[in-house]
């Protein structure tokens, strides 16, 4: 167990619809990465937080965004859902930007 | 830009054999590499950094700056070597650096 911790585990929703995925981070890292795992695309960076502010920006699309609140977690909003955004969504966070620790991912399908 | 490529989506061997996870990157500064693994229903974790130059669960990987290489290597295959290897890099050069994963290698070792 890495610590850190994601949810919800599952998530089935509708196209058009929009969702909140969560991710809290070990103690004391101040670091969030969110990343896109799919069959086709393999695991696609999105986008970093530090300790607030947006700080790396990956292939995110304009239909996504994120933040991170005062006590360190972080959400991904994800809306006008499709059926191509069905994939394994995880987070991970570090200390040093160096390594780091994923969660176990939220598995997001589209209907 | 910057990239990191594993030519193969899929390796197969037998138990017993030897093992090589190809990884290449495109040269940029000091880059620091890793090779993560996820096992069947688990989360994605770090195998091992080409910093520390060490040895987990049998591999080993050596940094080639001349060929641009990280290849990931076993000597004798494992049943539970099974998993989807991903190699990864970081520029090295700024906490706003955003880690770059290749698509991954599933390795598939036989009985």
């Known amino acids: 167990d890495s610590g850190v911790t994601q949810t919800p585990k599952h998530l089935i929703t509708a196209t058009g619809q929009r969702v909140t995925l969560r991710c809290s981070p070990r103690?004391?890292?101040?670091?969030v990465y969110w990343y896109q795992q799919s069959l086709d695309q393999g695991l696609q960076f999105l986008i970093q937080?530090?300790?607030?502010?947006?700080?790396a920006k990956g292939n995110i699309l304009e239909r996504f965004s994120a933040q991170q609140f005062p006590d360190l977690h972080s959400e991904l909003n994800l809306s006008s859902l499709e059926l191509g955004d069905s994939a394994l969504y995880f987070c991970?966070?570090?200390?040093?930007?160096?390594?780091?620790?994923f969660g176990p991912g939220t598995r997001l399908l589209v209907l | 830009a910057q990239r990191v490529t594993q030519p193969e989506k899929l390796l197969s061997v037998f138990k017993g054999a030897p093992v090589e996870l190809k990884c290449n990157y495109s040269?940029?500064?000091?880059?620091?590499l890793f090779w993560y693994v996820q096992y069947s229903r688990q989360r994605l974790q770090l195998l091992l950094r080409?910093?520390s130059r060490e040895s987990i669960k049998g591999f080993t990987a050596d940094l080639n700056k001349g060929e641009t290489s990280f290849h990931l290597k076993k000597p004798f295959a494992q049943e539970e070597d099974s998993a989807m290897y991903y190699c990864?890099?970081?520029?090295?050069?700024?906490?706003?650096?955003?880690?770059?994963f290749g698509s991954g290698t599933r390795l598939s070792i036989r009985p």
């Open positions: 991970a966070s570090s200390v040093d930007w160096k390594t780091q620790y």
């Open positions: 103690s004391g890292d101040l670091s």
């Open positions: 937080y530090y300790n607030g502010e947006e700080r």
């Open positions: 040269y940029s500064g000091s880059p620091e």
């Open positions: 080409h910093i």
């Open positions: 990864a890099r970081n520029p090295g050069y700024s906490s706003a650096s955003k880690i770059i």
